[in-house]
Nanobody, 126 residues
Framework: QVQLVESGGGSVQAGGSLRLSCATS????????MGWFRQAPGKEREGVAGIYTRVGSTYYADSVKGRFTISQDNAKKTVYLQMNSLKPEDTAMYYC???????????????????WGQGTQVTVSS
């Protein structure tokens, strides 16, 4: 059964940090791509960070480069998103996603992913 379970969201002041975790089932961890997306009210879901799990290469949206870091722990079958220097505009529901096989060039696009977690809320106050 495909499962993605996010945790680690919460409320923080601007400049603070949070670390999101995405626990995956054995099946989904074999996906070639894992990603973090976010969606604010009234906005489209956008890719924040992605990782090609076989080689470990990472990709980031311009808005989070230098502040967010995606990583994976193979033993724990978990993907993380370390978020530093948080800004109010980072406020959104954050989703973990896994591809069905290779995501090609869609590592930061919703079209590259088949499986989604339930989301975890991140709220950054000024």
């Amino acid at each position: 059964q495909v499962q993605l379970v996010e945790s680690g969201g919460g409320s923080v002041q601007a400049g603070g940090s949070l670390r999101l975790s995405c626990a995956t089932s054995a099946y989904t961890y074999s996906s070639n791509c894992m990603g973090w997306f976010r969606q604010a009210p009234g906005k489209e879901r956008e890719g924040v960070a992605g990782i090609y799990t076989r080689v470990g290469s990472t990709y980031y949206a311009d808005s989070v480069k230098g502040r967010f870091t995606i990583s994976q722990d193979n033993a724990k079958k978990t993907v993380y998103l370390q978020m530093n220097s948080l800004k109010p505009e980072d406020t959104a529901m954050y989703y973990c996603a896994a591809s069905a096989g290779y995501c090609s060039d869609y590592v930061l696009h919703v079209n590259g992913y088949k499986y989604w977690g339930q989301g975890t809320q991140v709220t950054v106050s000024s």
